[in-house]
T-cell receptor, first 111, second 114 residues
Framework: KQEVTQIPAALSVPEGENLVLNCSFTDSAIYNLQWFRQDPGKGLTSLLLIQSSQREQTSGRLNASLDKSSGRSTLYIAASQPGDSATYLCAVYNQGGKLIFGQGTELSVKP | ETGVTQSPTHLIKTRGQQVTLRCSSQSGHNTVSWYQQALGQGPQFIFQYYREEENGRGNFPPRFSGLQFPNYSSELNVNALELDDSALYLC?????????????FGPGTRLTVT
């Protein structure tokens, strides 16, 4: 049974810091992996999708990496801003198109 | 191109009642998946519909049921509501079933059961 874990559960950093969010999964037989952002009480905003054949994806200040063999993904946020404060969710696509989510990392960026 | 939409935005129901949530898929998408997100948790897969047929189900009781219509919009029905059903319900559409296809999420419906 696939399980997705995100560490840390919460993170508080001063503005301007670079930071890394971690995601691990127990079954390396995944297809895609996707990172989402969720603001309080809101739906999911897709940040980056990494296909199974890829090692990383970049969008602006965000970079996500995928290592299937070790069952890990990281989301790197450069030069963090208060507007980056949100919960970040990692999800893997298993066979059949079912998304398995982690519990999220709640990020707070202090001005 | 219209994205995934959900209605209603918020809903308050009493324990034991029944509720129907609606989802309109993105244009060109024939697959809809439903997820339940309890407070402080990651979303949990409920079920998926592909071309009007159920195509996979998570660990949810039979009182959670769904439909997909010929235009590929979908409904989630929950009977005999329980307090633990209070959650954000998310639907996602994709161009087809199967894992290579990215899922696009709607804004969600917040259900409160009192």
């Amino acid at each position: 049974k696939q399980e997705v874990t995100q560490i840390p559960a919460a993170l508080s950093v001063p503005e301007g810091e670079n930071l890394v969010l971690n995601c691990s999964f127990t079954d390396s037989a995944i297809y895609n992996l996707q990172w989402f952002r969720q603001d309080p009480g809101k739906g999911l905003t897709s940040l980056l999708l990494i296909q199974s054949s890829q090692r990383e994806q970049t969008s602006g200040r965000l970079n996500a990496s995928l290592d299937k063999s070790s069952g890990r993904s990281t989301l790197y946020i450069a030069a963090s801003q208060p507007g980056d404060s949100a919960t970040y969710l990692c999800a893997v696509y298993n066979q059949g198109g079912k998304l398995i989510f982690g519990q999220g990392t709640e990020l707070s960026v202090k001005p | 191109e219209t994205g995934v939409t959900q209605s209603p935005t918020h809903l308050i129901k009493t324990r034991g009642q029944q509720v129907t949530l609606r989802c309109s898929s993105q244009s060109g998408h024939n697959t809809v998946s439903w997820y339940q997100q309890a407070l402080g948790q990651g979303p949990q897969f409920i079920f998926q519909y592909y071309r009007e047929e159920e195509n996979g189900r998570g660990n949810f009781p039979p009182r959670f049921s769904g439909l997909q219509f010929p235009n590929y919009s979908s409904e989630l029905n929950v009977n005999a509501l329980e307090l633990d059903d209070s959650a954000l319900y998310l639907c996602a559409s994709s161009p087809s079933a199967g894992s290579p296809y990215e899922q696009y999420f709607g804004p969600g419906t917040r259900l409160t059961v009192t």
